[in-house]
Every structure is written in C-alpha cells, then in structure tokens.
C-alpha cells in the first residue's frame, strides 16, 4: 500500500484517533508528492494550507512505523514513478493507493487500483479490502505503431473511440503486438489513463522486460528467491483461448498523435483534424456546447496551429526518463516560442539525477525551460502555483477538467513530444514535422 500527503494523511490522522493500530507497516509506503513545491531549494508547499497535510503526514508516519519518503529524500518523486523505481510493485501483487491513477503499476503484472481514504483506512487496519469482482475486457492493439505516435496516442484513441465511461466495471487487460513492442516507460503511460477509460484497473501480463527492469531493485527478491519469483511471474498471462466479458480491438497503424479539443480525456483527436461537430463528439448538446466555451473553441476548427500559451512536461503519466529524453531529442537546439512559458517537472528525484547526468536538463534550459524538483505540480491545482485564468496550456498530463491546472486554464493533453513540438512552434504542433525537420 501507497500514501501520498494529501489523502493518505486523512487516513493515518483518521486511524490513530479510531485507536487503530497499522497491521503491517513494513506493505506500506508514504511520500510527499501531489502538494510539494517543485522550485529549487524547496523546503515544503506552496499550498495554502498545505504545510498540515505534510506535517500530518510525517508525524503518523513516524508514529506507525511506515516509510516515508518526504521532499529532501533522494528517492522523492511522484507515488506511481518512484514504486517501480525500487521494486516495491511486482508482477502478481495487490496494491493499493488512495489516488486514482495507481493503474500506472498494473504495467508490471501488478493488480493495482485507487481507494479513499476510507479504505485506505481499512486496508491498513486490517491488510484486506472488501470489493466486487469487476467484469473482463481485453484492449488489443494489433499491428506496430506509426513512427512519433506513443502510449499517449494508444489511449487517447481508445477514450475518442469508445469514451470515458466504455471501461466501467471492467479489469481491463492491454494486449497486442503494439502494446508488447512499448518499453515499460510506455506500459506505464497506457496503464495510467485505463482510470480515464473509468476502468477499475488496467494492465500487462509480464514479460522478460518486466523482470530485467526490476531484476536487483532495492525492494525486489533477490538470490533463489528471485528465480522463484520470476518462475511463478512466468505463469501470470491470460490462457490461450481465454473469453472476456469484452473485446476490443484496435489497429495501431491507424492512430495518429492525438491532441484534446475538450474538457474530458474522451475528447480528443488526431492532431491533423478538426473539432468535431456536437453529433460526432458523443457529447450531449449541453455538454458540448459548455465544453466549447470553456476551452474557446469552434466546431471546424483545426487544431494544429493553435496558439498556446503554456506548456508542461510531467505528472505520472509522462515524466520519466524516455519522455524527457523523446521530447528534449525535438527541443535541442531551439528556442521556446515568445510569450510561451515552458515547464519540465521530472516525475522522480532518480529521473532528474539520471536526465541531468545526460545533459538532457541543459537541453530544456538551454531551449527556454524551466527545470524544477519532482512532484505532481500543475498536473492539477489545489490552490498553489498554477497557471492564470484563460492560459491555453499543452499538457503531457492525464486530464483535461474544467479547472485541473488553475481557475479558467485550458488544458490540451498530449505526448511530451507534442508538447515539446508545440512549445518550440508557439501554437499546438505536430510532433512527426519536428522530427522531419531535425532529420533534414
């Protein structure tokens, strides 16, 4: 089990004033992540009121026994980037958090899905949580992906195709060539929007490049053990012939990079359309009409070549290492756009050391970035620093509400590279013309 400061200090004050004691404090890990200031020399949160949840945080923990992994720990960053980083998730394990986009680590084999505080609550007092079984699906991706099209495209694709609410009640299984040829960075991406689908989890049946990734990570087995381990991962894969309650199946030669026009991850589109009409949006009337007005948008209205006034890289959908290094390999040698503010907030402290130590944070300051600490950032806003109302922003970010970076800030959500492509251009850019235009 994971705790971030925000929810999971509610659990652990809420716990201690029950009288309840944690059940086992060596299963569950906290840190310091969705509220945490990300500038140089931070010291805590710029959050008003920000400074009780860590406060919380740290005392409960301390009292329970529980690691913690606060803001001037090197092993710091975002709950669902740094699991992986030391082996805490495994294929065949359970694993909860009481944030909604814990899916990320079904990536590895893992059964992983977001709680309350409520049951965060209960599943530290007792290490059990009562829930209904969820029906079956399975997204295959058939076929190999477009060169510059990403995990970001696959499940932008599959929320226009079949909408935000087309995976409730299901345990989705992502399948397919596209998605076995993606590296774990990838998986992790795909497996983090499966929430956005409103699936109860998602994940990916492991494989040698799960077990190489976490072969001699800090919390992983080790010695005999580990050849245990790897021999009982080896079986956890769906039969041949398996039925599910649902099948879905997509071409990956068809998806395009995919930007968002509205205010749900569903809304979205290849980057080379338009914003579709009210009867081909899947919206109600009512529905798209206020989404229109929000983002400033019209029905016809291509989305290349949209002004911006913001870009971001981060959030745990796509700040680790092979994100940075995509969208700084578009960015060297340029220059940020005038009048564009350009961020980059790695997803863990062992990102940036490891981006830094290959030159790619000069890549980002050098072009006009700012390069902050890890933490969640303006993946959302609770009141902190954020973007001003009416900032048209392109966002490697996972959702598009109404208010998620600021009062009145337009999100766009794409990949890092279209992000970065877009930064570079001053208006929403097609990632495969930056790419065509560095290889000339």
């Known amino acids: 089990m994971f705790l971030h400061e925000r929810t999971g200090s509610v659990a652990l004050r809420s716990l201690a004033a029950a009288g309840r004691p944690v059940r086992d404090p060596a299963r569950v890990f906290a840190v310091t992540d969705h509220i945490v200031d990300t500038l140089p020399g931070r010291t805590g949160t710029l959050v008003p009121g920000g400074d009780a949840f860590l406060a919380a945080t740290r005392?409960?923990?301390?009292?329970?026994?529980?690691?913690?992994?606060?803001?001037?720990?090197?092993?710091?960053?975002?709950?669902h980037v740094i699991s992986p980083e030391l082996g805490i998730v495994l294929p065949g394990a359970?694993?909860?958090?009481?944030?909604?986009?814990?899916?990320?680590?079904?990536?590895?084999?893992?059964?992983?899905?977001?709680?309350?505080?409520?049951?965060?609550e209960h599943?530290?007092?007792?290490?059990?949580?009562?829930?209904?079984?969820?029906?079956?699906?399975?997204?295959?991706?058939?076929?190999a992906l477009q060169s510059g099209v990403t995990a970001k495209d696959m499940i932008l694709t599959l929320l226009a195709r079949h909408g935000a609410g087309g995976g409730k009640g299901y345990a989705v299984e992502f399948a397919g060539d596209a998605v076995m040829a993606l590296d774990l960075d990838g998986r992790q991406t795909l497996c983090n929007m499966a929430t956005e689908f409103?699936?109860?989890?998602?994940?990916?049946?492991?494989?040698?490049?799960?077990?190489?990734?976490?072969?001699?990570?800090?919390?992983?087995?080790?010695g005999a053990v580990w050849v245990q381990a790897v021999t009982a991962w080896r079986a956890l894969h769906s039969d041949d012939g398996a039925t599910f309650d649902r099948d879905i199946s997509i071409d990956a030669a068809t998806i395009e990079p995919m930007v968002t026009w509205g205010t749900s991850p569903q809304s979205a589109a290849p980057i080379s359309a338009t914003v579709p009409d009210q009867a081909s949006s899947a919206l109600t009337s009512q529905g798209?009409?206020?989404?229109?007005?929000?983002?400033?948008?019209?029905?016809?209205?291509?989305?290349?070549?949209?002004?911006?006034?913001?870009?971001?890289?981060g959030s745990c959908t796509n700040a680790r290492l092979s994100d940075l290094r995509r969208a700084a390999a578009i960015i060297r040698g340029q220059q940020v756009a005038p009048g564009v503010t350009a961020i980059v907030v790695p997803g863990s402290m062992a990102v940036r050391r490891a981006a830094e130590a290959e030159g790619i944070d000069r890549i980002f300051i050098d072009a006009g970035f700012a390069w902050r600490m890890s933490g969640c950032a303006m993946c959302f806003y609770a009141g902190g620093p954020?973007?001003?109302?009416?900032?048209?922003?392109?966002?490697?970010?996972?959702?598009?509400?109404?208010?998620?970076?600021?009062?009145?800030?337009?999100?766009?959500?794409?990949?890092?590279?279209?992000?970065?492509?877009?930064?570079?251009?001053?208006?929403?850019?097609?990632?495969?013309?930056?790419?065509?235009?560095?290889?000339?």
């Open 59 to 79: 005392e409960e923990t301390r009292a329970s026994g529980i690691r913690l992994f606060d803001v001037d720990d090197p092993d710091q960053g975002i709950v």
């Open 386 to 440: 954020g973007f001003a109302p009416g900032t048209r922003v392109i966002s490697s970010t996972n959702r598009n509400f109404e208010g998620r970076q600021g009062p009145g800030v337009r999100t766009h959500i794409a990949s890092p590279e279209t992000v970065a492509a877009s930064a570079i251009a001053g208006v929403i850019a097609d990632p495969r013309m930056a790419r065509e235009s560095i290889a000339a």
């Open 198 to 222: 409103a699936a109860m989890t998602g994940f990916i049946a492991p494989d040698d490049r799960v077990f190489d990734y976490l072969k001699g990570r800090r919390f992983a087995p080790s």
């Open 288 to 313: 798209y009409t206020q989404a229109l007005d929000y983002i400033g948008l019209s029905p016809g209205q291509p989305l290349a070549g949209l002004p911006i006034d913001a870009a971001f890289i």
């Open 123 to 143: 599943a530290m007092a007792t290490g059990t949580l009562r829930m209904a079984r969820p029906k079956t699906m399975r997204v295959t991706f058939t076929g």
């Open 94 to 120: 359970t694993l909860v958090c009481p944030d909604s986009h814990t899916c990320t680590q079904g990536a590895f084999g893992a059964l992983a899905w977001g709680i309350g505080s409520t049951e965060a």
